[in-house]
């Protein structure tokens, strides 16, 4: 079910321009993984790349190995198209299809990839509103249109949404940076949930929230502006929030920059 | 990292309210600024108007009693003469509504497809080249496109002209706006959207028909409805590639076929009441189509637009 990601020596590219370099590090399976570092170091071009996404943008290409388990997500045999559905993304900003009633927007992923039997699709999105913790508040008005909940519920419907492919692995860039603090509560302990089935890595500016929810944390800066971002340190949570090797994680952690 | 010091002792009270901002009256020379951009703005506001409300209200009382008759609506010009009262315009309303659904058909399928190919698959040369293709088009004036098919139509390839070459040239006027508009469309879908879809595991086509395209549906379809009704009184292609005839005539690739604006002109070429009645009647009617096409384009956007 949840996989190991092995990263080593990743360099991300923007067209000539490279993002990020150097990246080597290792995401546990049923484990959850922060990304934290002052805006502009690259932790969400690296969250991208775990994904395939960052070659969506023209120009975004990667030298390096990203390994899911023993699959080298990189290799010229890989569809960019199955490694997105193995491999899910919830985004900062909650993003419901507009033209979809709530139940349609979790089925998504589902029918668009083909399957349209009814039972099966009532049942998965049962499942993944449950998984997601939104059952209850939307269950009597699934084919209202999604993009009428609030902001919380919105960013709970795209987790749902992203569930319901049954994922091995749950990328999240900043999914709580556009919600309230209650909402935020909400998307926390369903991290702390989903953990037990899927392999999660996160991107937060909020290091409470990184320390929070995490059991791994990657600190990422830049050497200076214009440099390329890459990867200071990365170790359990609790070390590197009690006691870092890297003096510029402590300077961040401390909030001396950033 | 420095600290804030706090004060140990007990705080001063509040402190004392600063004095209340004094509020000047309005200043002459700014009124006076003020009511001269308004006026300018008003007057030119009724300039604008005045041609169009002009327009619609003379059409109107010269030509509304040929619409309240009921023979307008089911007869033809056929055995009609400019000294006759009588007679209908049916079958320039029934030409003029099948050369637009038929240019209609061929055009949006390209027209949509085409601002797709540049929204979302192009880059580089190809796309800068069919993006100024597509703004010279807009340009063209209609006499051109009308010359360019009958060059094509009747003296390459020996035609006869017919409504269809009508279409072929209407075709190439309306494929421009269609671009357009839907590309505006198109780059109003965020781009959000498209990634949230790529992160289901969506191919790139599905999420383009699945769900770009519907959350811009409503927006294209009232470009659509706009460029059929700028078509439809388009008259250049009428004049040189479907000449006027006052009879029913279904089949595109017949003979001539009647529409409202060679209606309008046949029928202005002789200074006799009857047939002036007619130009005003068939005025009105090609305004009143538009008028409906506008209005349904409104409702539909209306209708289908993405709800929150």
Known sequence: MAKRIDVKDLDIYYGDFKAVEGVTMTVEPRSVTAFIGPSGCGKSTVLRTLNRMHEVIPGGRVHGSVMLDDQDLYASSMDPVAVRRTVGMVFQRPNPFPTMSIRDNVAAGLRLNGIKKKSTLDEVVEKSLRGA???TEVKDRLDKPGAGLSGGQQQRLCIARAIAVNPQVLLMDEPCSALDPISTLAIEDLINDLKAEYTIVIVT??????????????????KATGEPGRLVEVGDTPRIFSNPTEKATEDYISGRFG | MSTIELEAGPRGGAPAPAA???????????????????????????????PLVWILVSTILKGGSMLLESQWWTNSQAGITDRRVGGGAVHAIQGTLIQAAVTTVISVPVGVMTAVYLVEYGRGRLARAVSFMVDILTGIPSIVAALFVYALWVTTFGFQRVAFAVCLALVLLMIPTIVRSTEEMLKLVPNELREASYALGVPKWKTIFKVVLPTAFSGIVTG?????????????????????????????FATNMATLPTMINQSRSENLQPA????????????????LLNLLGRFVGRFSKVKS
């Open chain 2, 20 to 50: 209340p901002p004094s509020f000047a009256p309005k200043s002459g020379p700014r009124a006076l600024r003020d009511n001269l951009a308004r006026i300018v703005m008003w007057g030119a506001f009724v300039l604008g108007v005045i």
């Open chain 1, 205 to 222: 500016h909020n290091m409470q929230q990184a320390a929070r929810v995490s059991d791994q944390t990657a600190f990422f800066n830049l």
């Open chain 2, 224 to 252: 659509v409805l706009l460029g059929v009704a700028r078509v439809m009184g388009e008259t250049a292609p009428l004049l040189v590639l479907g000449p006027y005839t006052p009879v029913i005539v279904t089949d595109l």
């Open chain 2, 276 to 291: 002036l009645d007619r130009v005003w009647g068939a005025a009105l009617t090609l305004i009143l189509l538009i008028f």
């Open chain 1, 133 to 135: 913790n939104l059952w």
